[in-house]
Structures are given as structure tokens and as C-alpha cells.
T-cell receptor, first 112, second 113 residues
Framework: KQEVTQIPAALSVPEGENLVLNCSFT??????LQWFRQDPGKGLTSLLL?????REQTSGRLNASLDKSSGRSTLYIAASQPGDSATYLC???????????FGAGTTVTVRA | AAGVIQSPRHLIKEKRETATLKCYPI?????VYWYQQGPGQDPQFLIS???????DKGSIPDRFSAQQFSDYHSELNMSSLELGDSALYFC????????????FGPGTRLTVT
């Protein structure tokens, strides 16, 4: 079964610290991987999309890397701010599939 | 830029009632996906359509049905509602089914009482 795992489930850091969020997936045959942000009870905001041929994507303070061979992606958020507090979801589109398979998310709290 | 539109944004129904959720994809997007996110859970894929034909099916109950219309909007029909159907329902759209990004709508929050 193709699965997506995010560890840890929750993370609390002081403001200014860099955040490192991990995502692992069981099958290296993927189309792409997306990172989303979700605030409590709200919708999904797409942060970054990495195609299978790419190694990383950057947007502002966000950087996501992809290592297909090891089935891992990492989302880095530099110089965290209290406004970064949210749940971050990783979603993978496996090559034999059209849907996105989501991880359970990492809930981040940035303390002022 | 135009985004995915979902209506209604909030819906309250009683058990055994019927609900219809609507999704309007981004212009020129021909593929629509439906996901269900229960409280404290990650989104789970329900069903998708490409060029008005069902393209994939996930863990969608038999009480639910969906279709994509000629203008590419999609509707999710839910009958005999149960308390466990209370969730956030997301629609996403993309151009084609390949490597293109899925863009998500704001979701419809369904509460079954």
C-alpha cells in the first residue's frame, strides 16, 4: 500500500528558529509532491509543488527538497514567525494514480 | 487569478437528509477531484472526473454520487446522511490528469445533526 508519513505530529519552537518538517513515502515512483498549509478549520493553501524530476523548490522563506530514491521530502521554513503556526501537510501523487495521498500533517506552534 | 469555487461554504443537515455540494473549477481545468477531511484527520480522496467521465474512485460510500457537467463544474450528492459524514469537503481542479498541480477550493463544511 502506498503511504505518506509525517513525523513528528507536532512541533513547538521559539520565534526565529528554523523549522524542519519531514515527509516520507513508501514508493519512489511519483509524479510530484506538494506541501500544504492548513489553519484550524480552514482550507488547504498550497505552498510548494516539486515535480519528480526536481530536487528542490524555493519560495521566500520556504524551501522543499525531494529525494525520491529514499522516499523523503523535507520542508524548511527559515526564521520562523508566530504567523507560521499551522498544520503542514505533505501530499504525494504516485505514478500509478491521479489522486493525492496525504500525510497526517505536522502541527507547528511558533512561540513569540 | 480565478480560483476553485465551492458552494455552499457551510451546510447543516439532519440525519437521513440529502446534501448537494457544488464545485466550479478554475477556467480551462478539465479535471476535478473530491476529498473528505474528517475532524483531526488528513484529507481522503473520494472521486475524480476527467473530461466529464469518472477517472478514479476512492473510499466513497455508496450513498454518495457525483458527476461532472458539460461546463466542467461538478456536484457531489450525498444521501441518507449520517453523523459520521460531518467533515470538510474539498474540491480540487487541474488541467489534465498528469503532473499538473491540483488547486484546492476553500471547502464546504458539512455538519450532520
Amino acid at each position: 500500500k502506498q503511504e505518506v508519513t509525517q513525523i513528528p505530529a507536532a512541533l513547538s519552537v521559539p520565534e526565529g528558529e528554523n523549522l524542519v518538517l519531514n515527509c516520507s513515502f513508501t514508493d519512489s515512483a511519483i509524479y510530484n509532491l506538494q506541501w500544504f498549509r492548513q489553519d484550524p478549520g480552514k482550507g488547504l493553501t498550497s505552498l510548494l509543488l516539486i515535480q519528480s524530476s526536481q530536487r528542490e523548490q524555493t519560495s521566500g522563506r520556504l524551501n522543499a527538497s525531494l529525494d525520491k530514491s529514499s522516499g523523503r521530502s523535507t520542508l524548511y521554513i527559515a526564521a520562523s514567525q508566530p504567523g507560521d503556526s499551522a498544520t503542514y501537510l505533505c501530499a504525494v501523487r504516485f505514478s500509478n494514480d491521479y489522486k493525492l495521498s496525504f500525510g497526517a500533517g505536522t502541527t507547528v506552534t511558533v512561540r513569540a | 487569478a480565478a480560483g476553485v469555487i465551492q458552494s455552499p461554504r457551510h451546510l447543516i443537515k439532519e440525519k437521513r437528509e440529502t446534501a448537494t455540494l457544488k464545485c466550479y473549477p478554475i477556467p480551462r481545468h478539465d479535471t476535478v477531484y473530491w476529498y473528505q477531511q474528517g475532524p483531526g484527520q488528513d484529507p481522503q480522496f473520494l472521486i475524480s472526473f476527467y473530461e466529464k467521465m469518472q477517472s478514479d474512485k476512492g473510499s466513497i460510500p455508496d450513498r454518495f454520487s457525483a458527476q461532472q457537467f458539460s461546463d466542467y463544474h461538478s456536484e457531489l450528492n450525498m444521501s441518507s446522511l449520517e453523523l459520521g459524514d460531518s467533515a470538510l469537503y474539498f474540491c480540487a481542479s487541474s488541467r489534465g490528469q498528469g503532473v499538473n498541480e491540483q488547486y484546492f477550493g476553500p471547502g464546504t463544511r458539512l455538519t450532520v445533526t
